[in-house]
């Protein structure tokens, strides 16, 4: 993908037409014949909106039919070697048959600066457990260091001066954390290269595996959640510009739907911060979407406090708002009575809306520690004072975070949340307290537990029960038996000793029961199969690659947002929605 594209860019026509325009075979080999297996061909059409790839296997042998014509790169990448880049006109003919071999990558700093990030991260080496656990929460919440840009050297002051810039974001750091973390990264990246010491592990499921890519926007873009309509569109909102995109694969047009902005001022609760969590250009700062029984999307408004209902017919929208001293509402989910539940992240709260009547009721969950409670308590009230001064962030003098030497975890932060599908009840994961709970909507009871890892994200059950938890701090998954309270741990596939995954969410498929994974910062997406504790790793075919919700498409495809914030630091520099075929199932 070469162009930046802004909102309202058209997208490819007739991506899945049921012929294809053109035929593209061949082997991938190494200079010395031998096959590379796993490599990403990837077809990118001439103006860089559409990116469809396929998988080399065992062999070296690829496939890749494109409803595609015209102009087109074809590109090919495998670890260790250069990536293989040619023009062709796919008018020109119907089948292309290409032999290819790589071109072994030699020079030092080459090799470094295609590594993912998960080899960089790694390099960054903190004593103390604490600082880092901030780094790892704090640092790698909304991105990842995915291009030399954002790893370059630097001196003290000039990291100093990218850390304030993300705690005005949202990062939440002690003093003690940020001058270690400001001295290591100096000290750190110091412009040398690092040796490749990742193995990258082949597994025949990608022979028949497919990836399509679609750019939605860039620039200042932040295109978070996405669903998936009746009408067979995707719905993603853009919480930097209070947008929700329509895209439409069968006419190939990506249609911005802008929610008004209600006379609200610029981030609306949280008008006190410069650009919270990035919202750059939002009143609302819609986050997570959710298509409800009755064909209606339901957005989470995190800036402005409320609930979003777009009407996909009439293209209008409807606002409700939560109340309760709510701040900042985050992920949604329907239960079976159509009821919809919503944890909101920084009040330590969940809440209720009924679509039907209008009620809606806000329920506070339990504080835990005294600076949990005193966060609980005055939170609110420090941002309606913050918010006389627009801009100024004074939340970051206020706040105790620094002072009382507890950083992130002043506060809970309940995240992810999804419904028991065998007795209705609401489950929630508290991200920076490291604790799922669950809530009883029968009897208002609430209990909690422990996560065995750190930074519990955004968890789903499976049809059984079950219940799947990402642990973003502890690069692992976890598994959770309501019945027995128990936990089992899983430690992510890493491509090298010492590195790890910030992996974001989950999702579980309702017909497999496979639990599939984002992980967030080695440019991949896993599959896990619980009968076997098998793990399958998919390279994404773009590069700084950072995933948000996962929703599963009728045909198969297994779909999220490649949203790594900014946009810019993007291979390609557009944010764009990613499905993955997965192809046959593994044996």
């Known amino acids: 993908m070469k162009k930046t594209f802004a909102a309202g860019l058209v997208l490819a026509p007739a991506l899945f037409q049921a012929a294809a325009a053109a035929s593209l075979q061949g082997v991938v080999n190494a200079p010395d014949g031998r096959p590379v297996a796993g490599a990403v061909v990837s077809l990118t059409r001439g103006d860089g909106v559409l990116r469809e790839s396929a998988y080399s296997g065992a062999d070296g042998r690829f496939a890749l039919s494109t409803a595609q014509s015209g102009a087109a790169t074809l590109r090919i990448r495998a670890a260790r070697f250069a990536d293989d880049a040619r023009e062709l006109n796919l008018d020109d003919a119907?089948?292309?048959?290409?032999?290819?071999?790589?071109?072994?990558?030699?020079?030092?700093?080459?090799?470094?600066?295609?590594?993912?990030?998960?080899?960089?991260?790694?390099?960054?080496?903190?004593?103390?457990?604490?600082?880092?656990?901030?780094?790892?929460?704090?640092?790698?919440?909304?991105?990842?260091?995915?291009?030399a840009w954002t790893r370059r050297p630097k001196s003290e002051d000039r990291w100093s001066d990218t850390l304030d810039r993300m705690q005005r974001y949202g990062a939440l750091i002690t003093w003690d954390s940020e001058r270690d973390i400001v001295r290591t990264l100096a000290a750190t990246f110091d412009g040398r290269p690092i040796p490749d010491r990742q193995t990258q592990a082949y597994d025949p499921a990608l022979a028949s595996a497919k990836l399509t890519e679609v750019a939605v926007a860039g620039g200042m873009s932040f295109v978070h959640d996405l669903e998936l309509g009746l009408d067979g569109r995707f719905y993603s909102v853009d919480m930097a510009n209070d947008i929700v995109y329509v895209t439409d694969l069968a006419s190939g047009r990506s249609e911005p739907v802008p929610i008004p902005d209600k006379g609200l001022p610029l981030h609306a609760e949280l008008a006190g911060a410069s650009a919270p969590v990035a919202a750059f250009n939002a009143h609302h700062g819609p986050h997570s979407i959710v298509r409800g029984p009755d064909g209606r999307f339901y957005t989470t408004h995190s800036m402005s406090a409320g609930i979003g209902v777009l009407d996909p017919k009439t293209r209008r929208f409807e606002f409700h708002k939560v109340g309760g001293g709510a701040v900042y509402p985050h992920t949604l989910r329907f239960d079976r009575d159509g009821v919809l539940?919503?944890?909101?992240?920084?009040?330590?709260?969940?809440?209720?809306?009924?679509?039907?009547?209008?009620?809606?009721?806000?329920?506070?969950l339990p504080s835990g520690d005294f600076w949990r409670w005193l966060s609980d308590k005055t939170l609110a009230g420090m941002l309606k004072v913050t918010s006389w001064f627009p801009g100024k962030d004074l939340h970051l003098i206020l706040s105790h975070h620094k002072w009382s030497g507890q950083g992130h975890r002043i506060l809970n932060l309940p995240y992810g949340l999804d419904i028991n599908p065998l007795d209705g009840s609401v489950w929630y994961s508290k991200l920076y307290a490291d604790r799922i709970g669950r809530y009883d909507p029968g009897t208002g009871a609430i209990e909690e537990w422990p996560t065995p890892l750190e930074g519990p994200r955004r968890m789903r059950f499976a049809s059984d029960g079950t219940l799947w938890i990402p642990a973003f701090g502890g690069s692992g998954?976890?598994?959770?038996?309501?019945?027995?309270?128990?936990?089992?741990?899983?430690?992510?596939?890493?491509?090298?000793?010492?590195?790890?995954?910030?992996?974001?969410?989950?999702n579980v498929?309702?017909?497999?029961?496979?639990?599939?994974?984002?992980?967030?910062?080695?440019?991949?997406?896993?599959?896990?199969?619980?009968?076997?504790?098998?793990?399958?790793?998919?390279?994404?075919?773009?590069?700084?690659?950072?995933?948000?919700?996962i929703v599963f498409a009728p045909d198969g495809a297994v779909c999220s947002t490649n949203s790594n914030l900014p946009a810019p630091a993007i291979e390609g520099q557009v944010q764009a929605i990613v499905c993955l075929q997965p192809g046959a199932a593994p044996g």
């Open 341 to 364: 539940w919503f944890s909101i992240a920084l009040s330590n709260q969940l809440g209720r809306f009924d679509p039907r009547t209008g009620a809606m009721r806000v329920i506070a």
């Open 509 to 549: 498929h309702p017909a497999t029961g496979d639990v599939w994974i984002t992980s967030n910062l080695s440019d991949r997406m896993f599959r896990f199969i619980p009968a076997t504790a098998k793990w399958i790793a998919y390279p994404m075919s773009t590069r700084t690659t950072y995933m948000r919700d």
């Open 477 to 506: 998954l976890m598994k959770f038996d309501p019945r027995s309270e128990r936990f089992e741990s899983y430690p992510l596939p890493v491509l090298a000793d010492g590195e790890f995954e910030t992996p974001y969410a989950l």
């Open 94 to 147: 119907q089948r292309v048959e290409l032999r290819v071999a790589l071109r072994p990558l030699t020079d030092p700093a080459q090799i470094s600066d295609a590594l993912p990030a998960s080899a960089h991260a790694a390099r960054v080496q903190l004593d103390d457990a604490r600082v880092r656990q901030s780094y790892r929460s704090q640092c790698f919440y909304c991105h990842q260091i995915g291009n």
